[in-house]
């Protein structure tokens, strides 16, 4: 088999996997166009898993969370999206191997539909765990392993344990106008293939 032949094996092969295992999910998962979810995923959610378009998930990550994740989202290998409050350690007489899960079809959980938000244009780093409550502004990037305790304003590069502000993405906000337009008017789409078989053509900024 030629080596041009091997390779879009590959690329089907990618593709199926992503049906595959977003079918797997289909009680609790919405998603949108260009896809990919890679090897060792995992995902489960009291409630709803909502991915947007152009989002790519990579190996080894942990959804174990209501969530939403919005369009051209990059969440690397080994990131964990958790329930804060999934075991209710508060109830008294409970020892905390058999306190109430969120879970619990008998035991209704004020958090069931409690979630983590990721908006559109960000990068979660690899190894990085995301509470559910926070919400992680647009066009932010969280540095490798982070943990996203609070909510991370837009266009913030943020990092650490818990993670914090370490500075902005862009300095001003016609920069931010500039990147969304382009973004909102260009044109991209996934190839399995690699990164540069795939179509990236922001539109012309002004």
Not at 78 to 91: C, Q
């Amino acid at each position: 088999m030629s080596l041009i032949l091997r390779v879009r094996f590959r690329a089907l092969a990618r593709r199926m996997l992503t049906t595959v295992r977003a079918f797997r999910c289909r009680k609790i998962l919405t998603h949108g166009r260009d896809l990919h979810l890679g090897a060792g995923l995992r995902i489960w959610a009291p409630d709803r898993v909502i991915l947007g378009n152009h989002v790519y998930i990579g190996k080894g990550v942990h959804i174990e969370a209501n969530c939403q994740i919005g369009n051209y989202c990059l969440i690397a290998n080994r990131v964990s999206i958790i329930g804060r409050h999934d075991h209710d350690f508060s109830a008294v007489g409970f020892p905390i191997r058999y306190a109430p899960w969120i879970g619990s079809k008998l035991v209704r959980s004020r958090y069931l539909t409690e979630k983590a938000v990721i908006e559109d244009d960000v990068w979660v780093g690899f190894g990085s765990i995301i509470l559910t409550g926070v919400t992680i502004g647009r066009g932010s990037v969280v540095a490798a392993g982070s943990v996203i305790s609070r909510d991370i304003p837009p266009y913030s590069i943020a990092g650490g344990v818990p993670a914090r502000v370490i500075r902005k993405r862009f300095s001003d906000e016609a920069t931010i106008e500039r990147h969304e337009s382009s973004i909102r008017n260009g044109r991209f789409h996934l190839s399995e293939l690699g990164y540069d078989y795939c179509v990236i053509e922001p539109a012309d900024l002004p």
